[in-house]
């Protein structure tokens, strides 16, 4: 695996930190088009991610003659409840809220707001519950809609009566996963069956076990990358820290609250649950400016960035298996096409945000420039720059709740008028979108995706990316002395030389 050189990384990231705070930035009313629930990275709602304008506007029209014959999607869950760990915090800041109120009340002066009355009374709307992290109504909605506008959007796909072996169906071995893929499942097959008034049939999910998924769970069953991501996220953390620190400074002086950089954290948490899932956005996420919510949605890219995306190559390699089951299936719908068989016409996988995002990276999707060039040879890209400049790499655009990646497989006429060929197009969030490795074209060859877009990432195997090397010591070694020594192994392992293959570069 590509060599980690943390020590030029934490270097350059603290020269970058030192920028941003040298700069200074100004504090102004939010913009009349300002709106907050497009601002909140992995928590915005597929909606107002859906909504975030981008890219060059093109109408793209699908070439003549072009049938679709096959789909193959991955996509997030939909909306859901806060996790318990979200809960108990989001709990604690109820009762931290009603301190820094009381303390703001005695120290209010002439230049300063008073706390706005919610505070003092505010409780967390998910205290009544006792788990947390499951489908919610709306996330329901989300993927049931999203069904029903695919379905009408390829009927060729989706003409033929419910069969497990044409329409198979997985998702993650997670209950909002499982919950979001019977959603879609009611979406696309409502009117099939004769169960209820909306004569509804029943329908198969298949999942696989959390240990064992390496398709739509590598980022739990990879042990390099579980490692990898425990060394770097303290790094990540900090400068997350002292964005909120920076945050804070602002709030302090507008209200006389006296909040540090954990209590702007659990606010901005309380914001984007506020945002998305309850569409109030005159409390928590108030309390914050327009360029405050811009920052604070820049460090949760950060975080995307370095620990889920761009930042390391492992990080989305490691789904070469999803991506060679895209292939296998794409391989198997143009041989059932050629014989007149009808066998499938769609996967529909679903998971979560650490299954789309890595997916979106292995077909070079939000990409800048000539950075497809970077990641085909390995290397680790830039993290997203500091507002106000903008950039592609967004939580909201690229892993919204329900966030979904199609690839859709065209069977066209041949270019001589003797035959077929077939054309892959990439859809995300229901939008066209180029892969940059298909020469700036929307719809692909087959021959281009294989050679350009896939085979680059195939150079090394889910095994010899993800496997911990076992080192074996002398046999004349103690037991305990083997047992202190792992740790060591495993470090060295990860940070073992390589060939050159670029630095990581810092994130701020």
């Known amino acids: 695996m590509a060599r980690r050189t943390f020590g030029l990384s934490v270097f350059l990231g603290l020269l970058g930190l030192l920028v941003l705070l040298g700069n200074s930035w100004s504090v102004t009313a939010a913009p009349a088009k300002f709106d907050v629930r497009q601002h909140i990275s992995s928590s915005t709602s597929y909606a107002a991610g859906k909504s975030i304008e981008y890219g060059n506007g093109e109408v793209v029209s699908t070439p003549e003659g072009c049938v679709p014959i096959h789909m193959n999607l991955v996509a997030r869950h939909g909306s859901r409840r806060p996790t318990k760990k979200r809960i108990k915090e989001l709990e604690e800041f109820a009762d931290r809220l009603r301190v820094l109120s009381a303390e703001a009340a005695k120290n209010q002066n002439e230049t300063t707001s008073l706390p706005p009355l ?234 979560h945000a650490e299954t789309v995002i890595p997916f979106s990276c292995l077909l070079g999707l939000f990409l800048e420039n000539t950075d497809i060039k970077q990641v085909q040879s390995e290397k680790p890209l830039e993290a997203p720059l500091r507002p106000p400049q903008q950039h592609l790499w967004r939580g909201a655009l690229v892993a919204p709740f329900a966030a979904n990646t199609a690839l859709i497989l065209h069977k066209c006429p041949a270019d001589n008028g003797d035959g077929v060929k077939y054309l892959v197009q990439a859809l995300h969030n229901e939008k066209p979108v180029i892969m940059p490795a298909c020469n700036g074209t929307y719809f692909c060859s087959i021959e281009t995706f294989k050679e350009h877009v896939v085979a680059p990432h195939m150079k090394r195997s889910y095994e010899s990316l993800c496997t911990v090397e076992v080192i074996h010591e002398p046999t004349n070694q103690t037991f305990f002395s083997r047992i202190f020594s792992l740790p060591s192994h495993l470090f060295r392992w990860l940070f073992r030389p390589a060939p050159a293959q670029g630095t990581c570069q810092a994130g701020l």
């Open 118 to 351: 919610w505070i003092k009374e505010w409780k967390s709307p998910w205290s009544d519950k006792q788990i947390g992290g499951e489908l919610l109504p709306k996330g329901e909605e989300e993927l049931y809609d999203l069904a029903q506008r695919y379905k009408l959007r390829y009927p060729e796909i989706f003409s033929e009566p419910y069969h497990p072996d044409v329409y198979p169906i997985i998702a993650t071995q997670v209950g909002r996963s499982s919950a979001s893929s019977v959603a879609f499942g009611m979406g696309m097959f409502a009117g099939q069956g004769t169960l209820g008034s909306g004569k509804q049939r029943a329908f198969s999910v298949v999942t696989d076990s959390k240990a064992n998924d390496i398709h739509l769970r590598f980022h739990d069953t990879c042990m390099v990358y579980k490692e990898s991501k425990k060394l770097q996220k303290p790094k990540v953390d900090g400068w997350q820290v002292q964005v909120y620190e920076l945050v804070a400074k602002s709030v302090q002086g507008r209200y006389s609250l006296a909040v540090n950089s954990e209590d702007v954290s659990s606010l901005w948490l309380l914001c984007k649950n506020e945002a998305s899932l309850l569409d109030i956005v005159d409390q928590a996420c108030a309390m914050f400016t327009a360029e405050e919510i811009e920052l604070l949605e820049w460090a949760d890219d950060l975080e995307m960035h370095h620990l889920k995306g761009y930042g390391d190559m492992l990080n989305y390699r490691m789904g070469v298996p999803l991506l060679d089951d895209v292939v296998k299936t794409m391989d198997r719908a143009m041989a059932a096409d050629q014989s007149k068989k009808v066998v499938e016409k769609a996967k529909l996988r679903f998971a």
